[in-house]
């Protein structure tokens, strides 16, 4: 369908066409697109910044499931009551000062009524030279009131939450950068600000959720109409128009949002992009394993299902095929074991309240039993066997033996009756979804509901799950095997370390893989209750644990702190005291940095900083208290210390980019280079301050080295 954009008395609006004003004009986004981001003296700053805006809040960057109505009204001149503590913008009527903006809200209207609130604002601040984008959500809360006369109360009320998704110093970014700050802003504002959704602002509007809005930052032709049709959001997106995580939220999208009759034109979409090019099986793929990465369940409502019926018909065409589902779903499962290593269902998830991630696991492992069924030699050793074969056929029996391991493991686990937690209940969600009684998060002998307790894991296993299982099993005789069954994935927030308690986090979130013998002796026990193995192999392998070395980093000998709301390296200690860490993605920091300089040269292991790819990267608290960075090389020898650059009670000066908070430069502290062969470092104190910088995010006055 076809949408106009219009406006009229200083107000854009989009509507459907029978519902424009005849008074109303035409804007010209195309123009709008061909002035955007020239700071040149061709135009003046007012008019950039409009632009700009406009440009980015294009039609044809949104897609509104019908019948849905996309609005967006422009107030030249705005006072919002505006307070902000600690990077959380409060409510209304804890504001004490107000502010007056330029804004643009994005509404989403129903067929027949206008939205009560915006969605999505942009704040243009002229005279401190900031732009805010800001988000709403209508939650559960209370108003106070009067009644009698001198006597406060308070009585439930839905009031639309506020939420500052990011700023824009326009004072920081360079000329062609600010049309890409607003897209990545509004892009988070709808998708969530992080992958892992622990606080409200890291978790998804709930109209994205719900498969009513999406917008997309790269999908842009300039036209004035939005997308209502998901298949051919989807079809737009496989095109070559999208990449990485808008990729996978097109997809997603199109899952959430098509119709129970359209889900099968979205397997068919992917099918025809898998057989058209050379690499579109592996770009399907990864597609689909980015998906799942970047996916909220919360609300849980029909995405697993829909998923995983979307899986079964690839696998059931010739264009993606059997061999390469399972080897997504096995990558799906792995991952999620790992996870659940980390972040169990007892201490974390509200103690088990919000639980979709084992639901997930349920969902994927009987679907990966069903293909590898139709398929036994996917799991199961032939004759003959390369070495390739032979490892490929390990891993997807790893991912069979761990996801049973889990699912038997949290069978008969009392949970509510949907999956929760605190913070959603909060949110006003329409039907189906429903409120769980508030007393089942908080005491777990409320909840009704026992998990997966008609489906006991005996009776899906099917004979060749069971014999892929055995050999799964077997496989512990491997020390990588064994080392996995107490592999786990945590996250951190390295560059936070500063901030103050309750303050918004959106500093890198670094992942690390460790590993744990106590939890591996955990999983022994538990394989032995289940009757999966005998005592004679459980007391082998646990003497091979016993004995085994673990390269790595002790968590133990770490400072740990734990931060409210936020993910640390504190949670290893909650799950048990022995944790390793072996390795921490590092690309993103070592790609946002300008690690090439002088003094660093002499530094072998950083000539080439791919050689950090791979590493690890930990808090060290020195003798006097201060915070540093540690940055050991892929084969885990350390090699770089770093600071903030700051003294006790200095602020560390943080600059967001594309939604993340960045720590403008890092001092070097010491670097250890080798001397006497590889297996051998020295550390080497750095006497001048040296400074490693962040790319293109220091402006007049900031320079390399001090």
Known sequence: MQRGSKQRAGMIIFRAGTRVNDQARVIGWQDAARRANRYDGSMSCADAVQNNVELSLG????????????????????????????????????????????????????????????????????????????????????????????????????????????????????????????????????????????????????????????????????????????????????????????????????????????????????????????????????????????????????????????????????????????????????????????????????????????????????????LVASQPSLLIDEPGDSEAEQRARRIRRRALRQACLLRQHYERLRVPDAPTSQGELLRVLPEPLVRVPEEQIAQASKRRRVLFADEPLDGLLTPVARQSLQAGLADLDQATELLELGRAYFLDRPLGVLKQPGEVDRTPLVSHTAVSRTVVKRRLAELLANGWIAPPQHDRWRDTIDALPIAGVPVAELTCVERPGVVSLADTLKVAPDFVLQRSRLDELVACYDWTIDTLNACDVLASIECLRGGLLVHHVTDGGLPTLRIYDSQLRLRLELDFGHEPGDTVRYVERDGVEWVDRLRVRAVWEENGGPELVERRQIDVERWIVLRGALREGAGRST
């Open 59 to 370: 039609a044809s960057h949104f897609f509104v499931r019908e019948p849905g109505t996309l609005r967006m009204e422009h107030a030249r001149d705005e006072e919002v009551a505006w307070e902000t503590f600690r990077g959380h913008l409060l409510d209304a009527a804890h504001c004490i000062g107000r502010r007056r903006f330029r804004a643009w809200h994005v509404f989403v209207d129903d067929e027949d009524t206008h939205a009560p609130a915006p969605l999505v604002s942009v704040y243009w601040d002229r005279e401190a030279g900031r732009i805010a984008i800001v988000r709403r959500i209508l939650t559960h809360g209370f108003e106070a009131y009067e009644d009698p006369p001198g006597v406060i109360l308070s009585r439930p009320v839905r009031k639309w939450l506020r939420e500052l998704v990011g700023t824009i110093d326009l004072a920081t970014i360079g000329p062609g950068e600010l049309a890409g700050e607003l897209r990545t802003g509004l892009f988070l504002a709808v998708i969530g600000v992080s992958r892992l959704p622990i606080t409200s602002l890291e978790s998804p509007l709930p109209s994205f959720s719900l498969g009513l809005l999406a917008y997309f930052p790269s999908l842009d032709f300039g036209g004035e109409s939005w997308w209502t049709d998901p298949v051919a959001l989807l079809r737009a997106a496989l095109s070559g128009r999208l990449a990485g995580v808008e990729l996978a939220k097109a997809l997603e999208t199109a899952l959430r949002a098509a119709a129970d009759q359209e889900q099968p034109q979205i397997a068919q979409a992917l099918a025809d992009h898998a057989a058209a090019t050379e690499d579109g099986l592996r770009r399907v793929c990864e597609m689909l394993r980015a998906t799942f990465r970047y996916v909220s369940l919360s609300p849980y409502g029909s995405f697993v299902d829909r998923l995983i019926a979307l899986l079964a018909a690839l696998a059931d065409g010739d264009a993606v095929g059997t061999a390469a589902v399972t080897d997504s779903i096995s990558t799906m499962l792995r991952q999620l074991c790992r996870h659940l290593t980390a972040f169990d269902l007892a201490t974390f998830h509200n103690s088990g309240a919000n639980y979709p991630d084992a639901l997930f696991l349920d969902a994927l492992l009987k679907q990966f039993m069903r």
